[in-house]
């Protein structure tokens, strides 16, 4: 079989070892892939989330941390994919055997699929309101073209594979990334939030460790089950605590930034932590000037956490003994996730 794995080409692999002669790439990569995957706006709610348990700004901090340090788990166990050469769930055999090992690979796939449709309709929903803002009203045909130009997108580059997702990521950190926080930070400004609360501490029990639980789940917890698919292709010596590290810091870092500035904005925003469509009333404090720019950047910021989702998703399916090349089973899950 032929191995390839170029970006803007078809990667060939599927669930097999990646040979050790077509192992390439450095592990600081991992960093722009886990950097990327955090940046959604979506973030913000999360910390509004810990203004909703009452929390201070020290205990919000301290579970912000936490929720990125989860990544540590994901960056250990990516660590087997240099040594292996094989995606997340394949590694799962060891533990539970090939026909054990079905059942949590089907959690997985169903988890992923999931993930990939909010993060889906999510954009969808912002696209829809961008043109609201600007006194645009879709019909529900422009909805669809919307609907289906996300979908469609991020298809393709979990078709092209590994190589292309790598690139995607990369940009995605630099770009989207920058013009993310400097948003945020015009909005912490823009917002002249007041009313923090610096010293009256939530009850731990009832409120730290709940909000921590959740932030960890929607953060590390969450994508486990995928940490050797980005590792499989770095060569057999990459430094283990590279990827850790790596993983760890590229993660951590927008979460802290956007999860504290949601906390610090739920003091002016009443409600961001209950809304059906928060991006919609984050917008509420953007002038109109840079409202396209808002939109196009939570869309944007969303995009890179579906790449990984239908990636990793088409991978989980071929763990679960479906015999087609790899591109065709993210088809597969592109149909389920769109009729959902």
Same mark, same amino acid.
């Given at each position: 079989m032929e191995f390839r794995d170029e970006v803007w080409r078809i990667e060939?692999?599927?669930i097999e070892a990646v040979p050790v002669d077509h192992r390439h790439g450095q592990a600081q990569e991992v960093f722009w892939i886990w950097f990327a995957a955090n940046i959604g706006i979506l973030a913000l709610v999360l910390g509004a989330l810990m203004d909703s348990y009452k929390l201070d700004f020290w205990q919000g901090l301290l579970v912000t941390?936490?929720?990125g340090a989860s990544f540590l788990f994901? !960056?250990?166990l990516g660590m087997t994919g240099p040594r292996t050469g094989v995606p997340m769930l394949i590694l799962s055999r060891a533990s539970f055997g090939v026909r054990g090992a079905f059942l949590p690979t089907l959690i997985s796939w169903i988890n992923l699929i999931g993930w990939e449709?909010?993060?889906w309709i999510t954009a969808t929903y912002a696209g829809v309101d961008m043109f609201a803002s600007l006194r645009m009203h879709p019909g529900p045909v422009l909805d669809m073209v919307i609907f289906v130009a996300v979908g469609v997108i991020t298809y393709l580059f979990g078709v092209f594979g590994h190589a292309t997702v790598v690139r995607v990521q990369y940009v995605a950190s630099l770009v989207f990334g920058a013009l993310t926080i400097l948003l945020t930070a015009y909005l912490l400004v823009s917002q002249h939030?007041? !009313?923090v609360n610096f010293s009256r501490p939530a009850d731990f029990a009832g409120a730290v460790v709940p909000a921590a639980a959740y932030i960890v789940m929607f953060a590390g917890v969450s994508w486990i089950n995928c940490s050797a698919d980005?590792?499989?292709y770095l060569p057999p010596d990459t430094s283990g605590k590279k990827i850790v590290w790596y993983t760890t810091i590229g993660s951590t870092i927008p979460l802290v930034i956007l999860i504290m500035a949601g906390y610090l904005l739920s003091t002016r925003m009443t409600g961001l932590a209950t809304s059906n469509d928060p991006l919609a009333l984050i917008s509420h404090g953007i002038p109109a000037f840079l409202l396209v720019p808002y939109w196009l950047v939570g869309i944007a910021?969303?995009?890179?956490e579906s790449v990984l989702a239908i990636y990793s998703s088409g991978l989980t399916l071929l763990a679960m003994h479906v015999r087609l090349p790899r591109y065709k089973p993210v088809s597969v899950d592109f149909l389920i996730s769109g009729t959902l």
């Amino acid at each position: 079989m032929e191995f390839r794995d170029e970006v803007w080409r078809i990667e060939t692999a599927g669930i097999e070892a990646v040979p050790v002669d077509h192992r390439h790439g450095q592990a600081q990569e991992v960093f722009w892939i886990w950097f990327a995957a955090n940046i959604g706006i979506l973030a913000l709610v999360l910390g509004a989330l810990m203004d909703s348990y009452k929390l201070d700004f020290w205990q919000g901090l301290l579970v912000t941390i936490v929720g990125g340090a989860s990544f540590l788990f994901v !960056g250990w166990l990516g660590m087997t994919g240099p040594r292996t050469g094989v995606p997340m769930l394949i590694l799962s055999r060891a533990s539970f055997g090939v026909r054990g090992a079905f059942l949590p690979t089907l959690i997985s796939w169903i988890n992923l699929i999931g993930w990939e449709t909010v993060v889906w309709i999510t954009a969808t929903y912002a696209g829809v309101d961008m043109f609201a803002s600007l006194r645009m009203h879709p019909g529900p045909v422009l909805d669809m073209v919307i609907f289906v130009a996300v979908g469609v997108i991020t298809y393709l580059f979990g078709v092209f594979g590994h190589a292309t997702v790598v690139r995607v990521q990369y940009v995605a950190s630099l770009v989207f990334g920058a013009l993310t926080i400097l948003l945020t930070a015009y909005l912490l400004v823009s917002q002249h939030v007041t !009313g923090v609360n610096f010293s009256r501490p939530a009850d731990f029990a009832g409120a730290v460790v709940p909000a921590a639980a959740y932030i960890v789940m929607f953060a590390g917890v969450s994508w486990i089950n995928c940490s050797a698919d980005y590792t499989r292709y770095l060569p057999p010596d990459t430094s283990g605590k590279k990827i850790v590290w790596y993983t760890t810091i590229g993660s951590t870092i927008p979460l802290v930034i956007l999860i504290m500035a949601g906390y610090l904005l739920s003091t002016r925003m009443t409600g961001l932590a209950t809304s059906n469509d928060p991006l919609a009333l984050i917008s509420h404090g953007i002038p109109a000037f840079l409202l396209v720019p808002y939109w196009l950047v939570g869309i944007a910021g969303l995009v890179p956490e579906s790449v990984l989702a239908i990636y990793s998703s088409g991978l989980t399916l071929l763990a679960m003994h479906v015999r087609l090349p790899r591109y065709k089973p993210v088809s597969v899950d592109f149909l389920i996730s769109g009729t959902l």
